[in-house]
C-alpha cells in the first residue's frame, strides 16, 4: 500500500503526531492524489467535517482553523482524561 503523504503550509510532513497551529494550511500532495483510498474518503459523504477545520474537498485542502476543546472532538466514546492522567502516573 503506499503511503499518503502530507503538506502543512507548503513543507512535507511525514510525521502522525506533527502538531497543528492554528491557521496552518493542510494539503494531500500531488503524489498521494490518486491513491484509492484519499479518492475514496474524498468522495465519501458519510463525515463531516468539524468546526475547527475548513475544509475544501475538490482542491483536497484543509486549514486548521484553531486548536479544539475537548467537547469539539468527535470520540466516538466519552473521553476521561483524568483517568489516562491517574494510569501514566504510577
Known amino acids: 500500500m ?3 503523504t502530507l503538506e502543512v503550509n507548503g ?5 502522525p503526531s ?3 497551529k492554528d491557521g496552518d494550511v493542510i494539503e494531500v500532495r500531488e503524489k498521494s492524489r490518486e491513491i484509492p483510498l484519499v479518492l475514496e474518503a474524498i468522495s465519501s459523504t458519510e463525515r463531516d467535517a468539524p ?5 475544501d474537498y475538490d482542491k483536497m ?3 486548521f482553523l484553531k486548536g479544539p ?3 469539539e472532538v468527535p ?7 483524568n483517568l489516562v492522567i491517574e494510569f501514566y502516573s504510577r
Do not use: A, D, F, R
Open 2 to 4: 503506499q503511503g499518503i
Open 11 to 15: 513543507k512535507k510532513v511525514s510525521i
Open 18 to 20: 506533527y502538531n497543528l
Open 51 to 55: 468546526e475547527y477545520l475548513s475544509v
Open 61 to 63: 485542502k484543509g486549514t
Open 69 to 71: 476543546k475537548p467537547k
Open 75 to 81: 470520540y466516538p466514546v466519552v473521553m476521561e482524561p
